[in-house]
């Protein structure tokens, strides 16, 4: 690591680990690290750890720790900590996606942005493996990356007041998938039958921060018979 | 159809109003998930409604905002009301707020509309009946969990609440039948809220810094429980935007614009907005109460004093727990 880790309050129950300055796929087996080591040392004194792209939010009690307390802890696991191994990586998983216009009515924009057919978007954006840079904005939503640069393309100037679940989506050179319905920005690519976000689940959340996610293309036949949703999107109003 | 459906009705809703919310103490352990912390905006109130009752800390009870709501009991209850004064009344008499109170079978209780502060809190003794999801019973409309469904849904007319008969909580005995004067928070005062700087506060200018410690803040209308915006002098931070990391309870943060927005319990879980510092908790539970147009001041704290008020405010209601 070239850079120095650094703590900062983020109030009477929190810290923020600041590890990193910029995104990198290989923050996250530091991140996870640092996360294992916050659960043993606090114990129950933990209440919530909210990795992300280059941090780490601890949060805890402070009916059982002091903030100069819970920074001590901190600041003694940071030292030493190691990455986590490559075979400790997260699972990998394979989105079922319907690349479609009708579902997907931002394909034509990156392609033309790119200067691609869109067969060549699909191609491009299914062939990488991506990671969980992090989880947020709604329950199970999970920022990925890296895209292709040749696809990088800017969120939409109005949002969409409801985006289906479902939705594969790509901003930046990020992508994700849309567990619930709701309002968004993104550049819709396709829709997954993919249970993204289940109460009924043990875990609740298919993804998590350091998983490691494919999407691979099916016709519209697969994608209906997995139970996918196959409602046309309406246009932006 | 979720299971409280099965039991007797101990409460009718006759008129929902615009917003009440079932809250335990929050949603824990899942902030990873991308599911934010829910529970109750104003916590000091809600604890004092609980511990009236008799309600261990962590039960359930209904956060009324602005008022609006009419209900009518099924049964003979105990209940405490506490936090704003929306102007409660049953069968049209006054109800004594920070107090326990009878609500006898066939009566209604009403709440009108905001006299001081913008949140009440209804406990009833015993706590009432819903299924925990993720953990937790607090209602989330944005992400559709907790509440007495199950699904996010604030209170409906029509609707039919259950309250718990044999809770761990009905230890009425022990309980204060009322709280002392010097617990009580005037809301008709203008706020003055503890900040706990930190994060991204070296970076705004020297002016914002002025700025931001010496200037009656105005409350937005645009506030509800995922965050409260501030209206005043423009703050200038050196940094635009952050790759998006965790944010914590009464966090401020600055987008570009310059106007404050203090994240309260709904607030999504990740941001990347520069931040002044936070607010402390007791600190956020009291903007919840001010209203549209109300002034509110900030005021640089250090942790040790700030902590040391917290833990006061939480050992009224452990004392008797353990």
Known sequence: MSWKPVLESAGLDAWIVRMFASIDERNVSWLSALARRCEEAFGDALVDLVPSYTTLLVVFDPLNVSPSQARAIICETLAGLEPEETAHEGEVHELPTWYDISVGPELQRVAEGAGMAVSEVVEAHSQRTYKVFALGFAPGFAFMGLVDPRLECARLDTPRKRVPAGSVALAGLQTAAYPTETPGGWNLLGRTSARLFDREREGFSLLRVGDRVRFVPVSREVFEREGGNTTPLEPIT | MTQHNSLEADIRVLRAGPLALLQDSGRFGVRHLGVTQGGPADIYSWAWANHLTGNPWGTANLEVTFGGLKLIAVRDLEIAITGADLGATIEHKPVALWQRTRWKAGDTLTFAAPV??????????????????????????????????????????????SVNRSGPGQQLANAPTEAPKNALPDFSQPAVLDLLPGAQIASFTGRSLFDAFNTWWQVDDRADRMGVRLIGPRLNCKINTLISEGISLGSIQVPPDGQPIVLLNDRQTIGGYPRLGALSPLSASRLAQCLPREPVRLIARGSDAVLKEHRRFRAVFHSESV
């Not at chain 2, 509440?147 to 996010?152: K, P």
């Open chain 2, 116 to 161: 001081s502060g913008l949140r009440a809190y209804l406990a009833v003794c015993g706590g009432f009946a819903a299924e925990p999801v993720l953990g937790s019973v607090a209602c989330v409309t944005r992400e559709e969990l907790g509440g007495f469904e199950g699904n996010g849904a604030k209170l409906a007319t029509g609707d039919e609440l």
